[in-house]
């Protein structure tokens, strides 16, 4: 299958769409109806110009007033959903917490759970296919990639990818959204870290002269990156032929809805069902995927970020499997090498490594044998990328001086 056409299937069934040729999405263009979101309804704003004000006021003012650092001190043991805001935070931001930690009326805690226990016996391809493909995908998205390359994280790619990697860890966590989990406050601080972003970025003159926009990390954007999370992983447990039942694919839905509406974004963008999801997918992603100087920049240190700890072997590795999953086009934009062998196999080898560990499913080894398994892997990846120490989501104070 081709680069054009697998994509087309993985992201949602279209073809390719028009690339502008600066890759970027007007605010005009949003036309995804709001019937199809998870209030069922509009109230006219269009996304791309809908940023957090509640978050960007709190956390101006707390740049004003010199008083980031301390916080993110503060904010540095407070881990838990269900665990107390640390005393002496400063009464907006306290107040701000408080707000944003109430989950949605809407949220649904068995469905939740349901996502766990499919998470303890497919995880494995689902890290594998927000790593290798959705990690990667965020290299053609230009405005996600300028706004990581020319931020503070841009200059310590290892320590960023830990912290998106926490994400993805915290989603698929037992209670994630329970009072024990974690996901309440991971979602919380990242809304922290983007109103920083957006406090910093334009200061930023290197910013500046390559983003198409003033202010970065609109709603819009945020469903983008949203589409490269949950709705390509989705599409590609289903390309994978792993197998989900509706109530498991639902539950998969309603993490990622609940994790829009957490990370700030309205429910009238955030879509109801899978279909509403590709079709929001298919107008909003497939045509702004391009490349861009920083996005290949960045292809470049994900792919070689293990490099000199294995002798290479993970950057043949991820390299293969970013062609695999994201397709030839993409992975050519990135300007990935071919690596006949290694590709051949990965091509290969990965339908028949599916077949064959979902065949052993039906055998005696009871699933928490591959959630201790996969449990260890993803422990190991977090050590790795946190290099031993505990990985906290923190706000930035500067951008890439680079
Ligand atoms: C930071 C997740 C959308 C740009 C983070 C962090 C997480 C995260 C967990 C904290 C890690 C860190 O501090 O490095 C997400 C999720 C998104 C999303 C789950 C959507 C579903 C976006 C979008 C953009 C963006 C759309 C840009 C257009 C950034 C930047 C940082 C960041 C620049 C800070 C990097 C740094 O300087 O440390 N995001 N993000 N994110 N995100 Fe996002």
Redesign the pocket.
């Known amino acids: 299958m081709d680069g054009l056409s697998r994509r087309g299937v993985l992201l949602g069934g279209s073809a390719l769409g028009a690339v502008g040729a600066l890759g970027i999405v007007a605010p005009e263009a949003w036309s995804w109806s709001a019937t199809g979101s998870a209030v069922g309804a509009s109230t006219g704003a269009n996304p791309a110009t809908v940023h957090d004000g509640a978050a960007d006021k709190v956390v101006r003012a707390l740049f004003e007033r010199g008083e980031v650092d301390r916080v993110n001190e503060l904010l540095a043991d407070w881990t838990h959903n269900d665990q107390a805001l640390p005393a002496r935070l400063p009464s907006d931001l306290h107040a701000f917490l408080e707000s944003a930690r109430r989950l949605p009326s809407w949220a649904d805690q068995a469905k939740m759970a349901r996502y766990f226990d499919y998470n303890a016996t497919r995880g494995l391809y689902i890290a594998v296919a927000y790593g290798m493909g959705s990690g990667m995908m965020s290299c053609v998205i230009p ?2 990639a300028k ?2 390359y020319y ?4 200059a310590d790619m290892k ?2 990818i830990a ?2 990697a ?2 993805g860890y915290d989603v698929g966590a037992k209670n994630a959204y329970g009072p024990t989990g974690r996901m309440i406050v ?1 979602c919380v601080k ?1 809304r922290l ?2 109103a920083a ?1 957006r406090y910093l970025l334009p200061k930023s003159r290197h910013w500046n002269a390559a983003a198409p926009e003033t202010k ?2 609109s709603q819009a ?2 469903m ?3 589409h490269s ?1 949950a709705t390509f992983t989705h599409n590609k447990i289903k390309a994978w032929q792993v197998p989900i039942s509706a109530a498991e694919s639902s539950s998969f839905l309603h993490i990622w809805q609940v ?2 509406h957490m ?1 700030g974004v309205h429910d009238e963008f955030i879509p109801a069902t899978w279909a509403s999801a590709n079709a929001q997918s298919r107008q909003v992603l497939d045509p702004i995927l391009a490349p861009s100087k920083e996005g290949i920049e960045l292809a470049h240190i994900l792919t070689s970020l293990a490099a000199d700890f294995d002798l290479g072997l993970s950057r043949t590795a991820f390299r293969s499997f970013t062609r695999y999953t994201l397709g030839d086009q993409i992975a050519d934009w990135l300007e990935i090498p071919r690596q006949p062998f290694w590709d051949q196999f990965v091509e290969s080898g990965w339908p028949a490594f599916v077949k064959f560990r979902e065949g052993t499913m039906t055998l005696p080894l009871p699933p928490q044998g591959y959630w201790m398994f996969d449990e260890f892997l993803r422990q190991g990846a977090l050590f790795y990328l946190g290099e031993g120490r505990r990985i906290n ?2 706000m ?1 104070t500067g951008n890439n001086p680079n």
């Not at 931020?151 to 841009?154: M, P, V, Y």
């Open positions: 405005r996600e706004a990581v931020s503070a994280g841009g320590d960023r912290k998106t926490k994400l991971t990242t870290t983007h972003v970065p990390i954007d945020i983008v990156t949203w999370l994790t829009a990370l989501i923190t930035p």
